[in-house]
């Protein structure tokens, strides 16, 4: 056996030959955990068909523990953090065209199956936000009627309006006419361009629309208990969905990021995210930061989507 190291996901001590860690699962190899592997919490071998330790009850590593892609020069990675069982979060990513779109979904962990509904949202609304720029429609348009196909297809989990799965979502796409955004929920897009950082969204939470009436601060809104309670989602129970959508052109270079509160609970400004973002490729970025928020606690799961605005597109 080699030397020990650490594990990337929890710190622990590991060894150079060893395809996962003993102690939180993670994939040591960068591929999927294997199904066979031993319950993180006690060591059994033994799972239940739907994944769970027949010893102890904790959910078995999965695929989704830590995943990462690349696509058009742009890369996104998504961990499972240190406190989860597993990663309820999703991520997609693809060229459309002279674009990067990009989707991110958060599922609701209160609600059942939530891994189930971020995956839905993040492949469906990917899948035709790439269709529908390719078949001409303005970026607008198209992020749109992604957002609706994420919202059926999540609605279509459930069993009854009382057993709904539910997520966020924010939806991005970078070309030549500019940066679209599209959003449900508190996952969030960031401009991230030294002092002209900003960011695109605006969370659908309880702590925002405090501040928004006037009712608390920003301090006061953030320190009370319901300050990360969401007031919209995707899923059966959420009512009538009110979209947001938000373009602009920028005026020069910068880096277009979408994430969950897994990381934004840690750099909620967009001038601090700007100041933590490494000079380094996408993937090396993304990793970046998901690695800062698991330093700070890894409490949430993490996804962090990181696409890099030229200054040819910003022409």
């Avoid at 006419?177 to 361009?193: C, E, F, I, K, Q």
């Avoid at 602009?248 to 609970?265: A, H, I, K, M, Q």
Wanted: glycine fraction near 10%; charge should be negative; proline fraction near 6%.
């Amino acid at each position: 056996m080699g030397a020990p190291e650490s594990c990337p996901g929890c710190g622990s001590e590991v060894f150079a030959d060893e395809a996962f860690c003993q102690a939180c699962g993670r994939s040591l190899t960068g591929e999927p955990t294997p199904t066979g592997a031993a319950c993180a919490a006690c060591g059994s071998a033994a799972f239940s068909a739907d994944g769970y330790c027949e010893q102890c009850g904790v959910l078995r590593p999965g695929d989704r523990d830590h995943v990462e892609m690349e696509a058009g020069g742009a890369a996104g990675v998504t961990d499972r953090g240190l406190r989860h069982s597993r990663n309820e979060d999703a991520m997609a990513l693809a060229v459309a065209g002279e674009s990067v779109a990009a989707v991110v979904c958060d599922g609701v962990s209160t609600s059942p199956l939530p891994q189930a509904a971020s995956q839905a949202a993040a492949d469906t609304g990917l899948k035709t936000l790439t269709e529908r720029l390719a078949a001409g429609d303005d970026p607008e348009t198209a992020t749109r009627t992604a957002l609706t196909k994420a919202v059926e297809a999540v609605t279509a989990l459930a069993q009854s309006p009382h057993d709904a799965p539910a997520c966020t979502y924010v939806s991005a796409c970078a070309g030549p006419g500019g940066v679209t955004v599209g959003w449900v929920g508190d996952s969030r897009a960031y401009w991230l361009a030294g002092d002209a950082s900003r960011q695109l969204t605006a969370d659908d939470s309880w702590a925002a629309e405090m501040v928004a009436h006037g009712a608390l601060t920003e301090a006061e809104a953030q320190a009370h208990p319901n300050a990360h309670a969401i007031v919209a989602w995707l899923g059966a129970d959420a009512g009538e969905v009110e979209q947001h959508v938000t373009a602009f052109v920028p005026e020069g270079p910068g880096t277009l990021l979408l994430c969950s509160d897994g990381l934004w609970n840690y750099y909620p400004e967009a001038t601090r995210l700007a100041s933590v973002m490494p000079s380094a490729d996408p993937l090396t970025a993304a990793r970046h930061l998901v690695r800062l928020a698991v330093d700070a606690g890894g409490r949430d799961n993490i996804t962090v989507v990181v696409i890099p605005f030229t200054q040819e597109h910003a022409q």
